[in-house]
């Protein structure tokens, strides 16, 4: 694969990256669950969601729990491999976050995680993340939001 290819694919995983943060921060994740394969794999050492309806109403469950403040910082955006159809990448999500409507008192990241994500692509399409694994290197503060297995299995039932 070219270098110029490489870096172009590099730079539009990296955006489509920022624009998924950008909406979970200002617009409740109403669009995240499209960014994710139909059989996605989002998994941190909190919570587990599987599949593209898992994690529409992992934000749809975020939403009602009322106002919160948070924003996800990405950088060091790392594509370590890339194939055709399917790419590699780690970045570091540092994340400040806290329950109740801004301004809120500043204060250090509540979490700063290594994220390795899988991406894929069919038939000349979107590239979507197939897998997402968080792996935490800092915690502290206020605690991040997971929505459990029991809770996760009560909700998507009672959608169908």
């Not at 250090?108 to 894929?120: F, H, L, T």
Request: hydrophobic share 40%.
């Amino acid at each position: 694969m070219m270098t110029d290819e490489i870096e172009a694919v590099s730079r539009h995983l990296e955006q489509r990256l920022i624009a998924y943060w950008h909406d979970v921060d200002f617009n409740w994740g109403e669009n995240a669950a499209a960014d994710y394969t139909h059989d996605a794999v989002f998994v941190s050492q909190t919570a587990r969601y599987e599949g593209r309806d898992q994690i529409r109403e992992f934000y749809a469950w975020r939403k009602e729990r009322g106002a919160r403040v948070n924003v996800h910082l990405v950088g060091n955006f790392w594509l370590k491999s890339l194939t055709g159809i399917r790419a590699e990448a780690d970045w570091i999500c540092t994340l400040y976050a806290h329950d109740g409507e801004a301004p809120q008192l500043s204060a250090p990241p509540i979490a700063i995680s290594r994220v390795e994500d899988i991406y894929v692509r069919a038939d000349q399409g979107p590239w979507l993340c197939r897998q997402r694994s968080w792996h935490s290197l800092f915690r502290g503060g206020v605690p991040t939001t997971g929505l459990g297995p029991d809770e996760m299995a009560r909700r998507v039932a009672g959608k169908g």
